[in-house]
């Protein structure tokens, strides 16, 4: 129903930065929530920023204050700005579109985009 289509990863030096982008086609009517996952090496994926469809944001704290979570909903596309970047940062990143299943409940169906690499190394 959900198709994400994730661009703007690469490699970039300490410092640098990068912004990903998100595009969601299909149905997506009931949104809950879009976000962004990242998952290093050896780690468990982790959340690193969400925006909820009030606009309310959340961002894991290894980030806060580097990045930004940002929509533009007549696209309905979610970006990342990710500045100031570190070599832990180095992560495949994963786009994330939650649904509600109708009326005003909580988030039932879970979509993903094919992740995204993102390298900051010297």
């Known amino acids: 129903q959900v198709q994400l289509v994730e661009s703007g990863g690469g490699s970039v030096q300490p410092g640098g930065s990068l912004r990903l982008s998100c595009a969601a086609s299909?149905?997506?009517?009931?949104?809950?929530?879009m976000g962004w996952y990242r998952q290093a090496p050896g780690k468990q994926r982790e959340l690193v920023a969400v925006?909820?469809?009030?606009?309310?944001?959340n961002y894991a704290d290894a980030v806060k204050g580097r990045f930004t979570i940002y929509r533009e909903n007549a696209k309905n596309t979610v970006y990342l700005q990710m500045n100031s970047l570190k070599p832990e940062d180095t992560a495949v990143y994963y786009c994330?579109?939650?649904?509600?299943?109708?009326?005003?409940?909580?988030?039932?169906?879970?979509?993903w985009g094919q992740g995204t690499q993102v390298t900051v190394s010297s």
């Open positions: 994330n579109v939650a649904l509600r299943g109708g009326g005003y409940g909580p988030p039932v169906n879970t979509y």
């Open positions: 299909g149905s997506i009517s009931n949104l809950y929530a």
């Open positions: 925006i909820f469809s009030g606009n309310s944001v």
